[in-house]
């Protein structure tokens, strides 16, 4: 991957991951569980196998846990400020594994690419977002 759309994504990313932060959701990349009941969510070691992360989901003493990758746990959430930071963070890893594979970029890959730029954008234009902001959080546009 070009080191300039290397930098981009990484830029775009960095912002997704601040209002993450603002919002009290990790800002690192991986794997995360927190109790079903909720809670923080607690980074998975990166060391566990498949195996044990299965053996994970049921928990001592019939704990229950949600499991997500980094670019999810903000799916859900009630702010949409933080939904459209998780949307840009799945589109930023969709676009990075695509390019990896160092396929022909396709007109979808050029779509993507262009609502996530919009999207930064608005993002960035809105990094100070706070709760009894009014106005309609930013969106990536439908395909």
Do not use: F, N
Request: proline fraction near 9%.
């Amino acid at each position: 991957m070009p080191p300039a759309l290397l930098s981009l994504l990484q830029a775009i990313e960095a912002s997704a991951r601040q209002v993450y932060g603002r919002h009290g959701l990790p800002q690192q990349a991986g794997q995360y569980r927190r109790p079903a009941e909720g809670g923080p969510w607690e980074p998975l070691g990166e060391h566990l196998s498949p195996a044990e992360k299965w053996a994970l989901i049921d928990g001592p003493d019939g704990m229950r846990w949600r499991y997500a990758a980094h670019e999810a746990l903000g799916a859900s959430s009630d702010i949409a400020v933080v939904r459209q930071a998780s949307a840009i963070l799945a589109a930023c890893l969709g676009l990075r594994q695509r390019l990896a594979e160092q396929t022909v970029i396709s007109h979808q890959d050029l779509a993507d690419a262009i609502r996530l730029g919009d999207a930064w954008r608005r993002l960035d234009e809105d990094g100070g977002y706070d709760l009894s902001d009014t106005r309609p959080p930013p969106s990536l546009p439908p395909e």
